[in-house]
């Protein structure tokens, strides 16, 4: 499962992240060049929606195995 940043004007995939050892840390659309967020802020914000992701995964596969009749 891997989650992905979008470009919230076009929802292009093909973001621009800058290095670490750059001055600039906003990551850019490399289809429309709009700012999609400071890079810690975007790395947070996906650090956070794969958390719950994996809780509801969790939560799901557990639903399945009271289903299944295990526990
Ligand atoms: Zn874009």
């Known amino acids: 499962m891997q989650i992905k940043a979008t470009c919230a004007a076009c929802g292009s ?9 750059e001055q600039d840390q906003m990551i850019r659309c490399g289809a429309c060049n709009a700012d999609v967020g400071d890079k810690k802020a975007v ?8 958390k ?3 809780e509801k995964a969790i939560a799901d596969l557990k639903k399945s195995f009271s ?4 526990k």
């Open 43 to 50: 790395s947070e914000a996906l650090r956070k929606r794969a």
């Open 67 to 70: 289903k299944a009749g295990i």
């Open 13 to 21: 995939e093909q973001l621009l992240i800058p290095s670490d050892d």
């Open 52 to 54: 719950q992701e994996a």
